[in-house]
C-alpha cells in the first residue's frame, strides 16, 4: 500500500515556475509508478505526467516541453516542474500511484493510490 502526500502548490504569474513534490512510503523497497493528475472544476482528471518503475517518462501535449517529472530514490520523492506557467494550468493538482506501470495510459480509476491535492493557481 503505497501513502502519497503533495506539497509545493500555491499562487504564480504567468511564465512562472512552480515545483509539485509527491512524498511516497509504504512501499517497502518495491517499485512503483506515479502519476500527476489535475483537475478543474466541472471537468474530468487529466494525466499531465507520469515516471514509471523503469523511470521512463510521459506527458501530457498540453504540458510537454513545459514540465518534467524526476524522482529521487533516495528520499522516495516524485517531483513535477512545472516551468513556463499559463492560466490555463490552474488546477488542483494530485499525485497518484500504483504498482502496475500505467503510465498515463491509464484512466484515473486505474490508480488505486493517492495524494490529497494540492493548488495551483496561475495568474495573468
Known amino acids: 500500500q503505497l501513502q502519497l502526500m503533495e506539497s509545493g502548490g500555491g499562487s504564480v504569474q504567468a511564465g512562472g515556475s512552480l515545483r509539485l513534490s509527491c512524498a511516497v512510503s509504504?512501499?517497502?523497497?518495491?517499485?512503483?509508478?506515479l502519476a500527476w493528475f489535475r483537475q478543474t472544476p466541472g471537468k474530468e482528471r487529466e494525466g499531465v505526467a507520469a515516471i514509471d518503475s523503469n523511470d521512463i517518462t510521459s506527458y501530457s501535449d498540453s504540458v510537454k516541453g513545459r514540465f518534467t517529472i524526476s524522482r529521487d530514490n533516495s528520499k522516495n520523492i516524485v517531483h513535477l516542474q512545472m516551468d513556463s506557467l499559463k492560466v490555463e494550468d490552474t488546477a488542483m493538482y494530485y499525485c497518484?500511484?500504483?504498482?502496475?506501470?500505467?503510465?498515463?495510459?491509464?484512466?484515473?480509476?486505474?490508480?488505486?493510490?493517492w495524494g490529497q491535492g494540492t493548488q495551483v493557481t496561475v495568474s495573468s
Open positions: 497518484a500511484g500504483d504498482f502496475v506501470d500505467y503510465g498515463l495510459d491509464a484512466a484515473p480509476h486505474d490508480y488505486d493510490y
Open positions: 509504504g512501499n517497502k523497497g518495491s517499485t512503483y509508478c
